[in-house]
């Protein structure tokens, strides 16, 4: 899929917490140490901090980067399972604390850990038709992870940002997109339930490798493309491992993939992943530069987006803080404060 | 549940917005009053002219306990009390620039508001 009226990326912005716990941490509490691990840390957000909290400051970065007025942004949407509130928007806190509102769109995108590329494509149609010059979409996640299960070793937060406008006023042309969804039980959490369940079986072949496999080949065939053409890949990253099987299946290296493999010292940042690993690899890319992003979200599906890289990334990167800052900045932390902060202790 | 006092206050609180007078560019926060005044958004940076480590938290803040609040000149000229947050006690020190980040202040209950404001942290 692509508009008729060519568009891109002119800002992004990414977010992670301060604070880590290191997944051995958490074996050491449920496992007394035993068995692997499938990340080495993940994020945790501070007391203070949630899904508006962190798409507030990754939205910042974006419109920073961008150069814009915040009030030529359209619409600020956010994608997310941990949205805060279950009703009331999380995006208008947050279009009111950019100073876009009244005149703008925002909604709530709820898709899994993709929730945050389909309000991409979303921003890619409003632009591309043009509705509307700038497109505010952002991926941001708290995860849950039920105390002692698999996923509370890799359940983590984060918030990744992308402004959509004209391909001519961007850091990266968006020459295509894909969507590939199916239903699959992989991975859900019904209303009012605090942690999600996963489907065992069905978590890595028929669900996040088969989609992503899918929609990567399916958008690299309609190109006429070669994991050679390009000089990065992003996978949405579970762990540290999923991304770098799908892409040796695909046929990408681990050099094309490096930039933007965060999971090993983030853990999963659910919708913000993907965007995350492309905010990564834009702070270090080329005009020139040709990458692949693909999310996946549970349920299930993957949104593939093949980018290339402008002139533009050479003066605009610097604007904002580079993932790379927030990255650096680990404060550990043991499971008793992890426990505290993520309203795991039952206070009677 | 006070809905009406927290809504007046957001702009203040999420984005740091005071006012400007129009003839002599003073800028005031919290915003001034009168016609010649008119809303200015800080820019949020500023240093830590001085502060205190709460031990005994505050209702509903236990879980930040120990937290610290300081009295931040903003480099517009306006002084503010406000929480710091991203650092530890033993961080923290006098004259040390700080950055505003928009972050929960208050949880009103399950029935209630999740409550946003400007807090300082080092900068980044």
Redesign the interface.
């Known amino acids: 899929m692509k508009p008729n009226r060519p568009v891109g990326l002119v800002g992004y912005g990414a977010y992670v917490p ?1 604070y880590r716990i290191a997944a051995k941490e958490i074996s050491r509490v449920w496992t007394d140490g035993h068995g692997g691990v499938p990340v080495v840390a993940k994020s945790v957000p ?5 899904v ?2 962190m798409s ?2 990754a939205g910042r970065n974006a419109v920073a980067r961008a150069g814009i007025n915040a009030n030529d942004l359209s619409a600020v949407w956010i994608g997310s399972e941990s949205h ?2 279950s009703v009331k928007p999380s995006g208008t ?1 947050v279009a ?4 876009v509102t009244p005149f703008v769109s925002t909604a709530d995108f709820e898709f899994a850990c993709k929730a945050g590329t389909e309000a991409m494509t979303a921003g890619m149609g409003m632009v591309g038709s043009g509705m509307a010059n700038y497109v505010l979409a952002i991926g941001a996640d708290t995860a849950q992870g039920r105390p002692g299960d698999a996923l509370e070793y890799t359940a983590a937060a984060g918030a990744a940002a992308v402004i959509i406008g004209p391909a001519e006023e961007s850091v990266a042309v968006i020459e295509e997109t894909i969507s590939y969804v199916s239903d699959v039980p992989d991975f859900f959490r019904r209303a009012d339930r605090p942690y999600p369940v996963h489907g065992n079986r069905f978590t890595g072949e028929p669900a996040y490798f088969q989609q992503v496999r899918s929609a990567s080949a399916a958008l690299l065939a309609k190109l006429g493309m070669t994991p050679q053409d390009f000089t990065y890949a992003v996978f949405h990253q579970p762990n540290a491992r999923f991304p770098q099987v799908v892409a040796k299946q695909l046929g990408f290296t681990p050099d094309q993939l490096a930039p933007g493999l965060l999971a090993g010292s983030i853990g999963n940042t659910y919708s913000a992943a993907a965007i995350l690993g492309l905010c990564a690899t834009l702070d270090i890319a080329n005009p020139g530069d040709v990458i692949l992003m693909t999310s996946y979200g549970s349920g299930s599906g993957a949104d593939a987006y093949v980018l290339r890289v402008t002139e533009a990334i050479i003066a605009r990167r610097s604007r904002a ?1 580079l993932t790379e ?2 990255l650096s ?1 680990e ?1 550990m932390i043991d499971y008793a404060v992890y426990a ?2 993520r309203n795991k202790l039952v206070m009677g | 549940m006070e809905l009406a006092r927290h809504w007046r206050q957001r702009n203040a609180r999420y984005r740091l917005e005071g006012s400007r007078h129009s003839t002599t560019h003073a800028v005031a926060f919290p915003a001034a009053q009168g016609s010649e005044w008119l809303p200015y958004t800080l820019s949020g940076r500023g240093s830590v002219l001085t502060y205190a480590v709460v031990h005994q938290a505050s209702t509903g803040h236990d879980a930040e306990s120990p937290y610290i609040v300081a009295i931040v000149q903003l480099s517009e000229g306006p002084r503010i009390t406000a929480q710091l947050t991203d650092v530890s006690a033993n961080e923290v020190e006098m004259g040390m620039q700080v950055e505003m980040v928009t972050r929960l202040m208050g949880d009103t209950g399950p029935d209630g508001l999740l409550l946003y404001a400007y807090k300082f942290r080092p900068v980044l």
Do not use: C, F, Q, S
């Open positions: 301060r501070g007391p203070d901090e949630d508006i909290t507030l400051e805060p509130y806190i009111e604390a950019l100073g803080p800052r927030y900045r404060t505290k902060w």
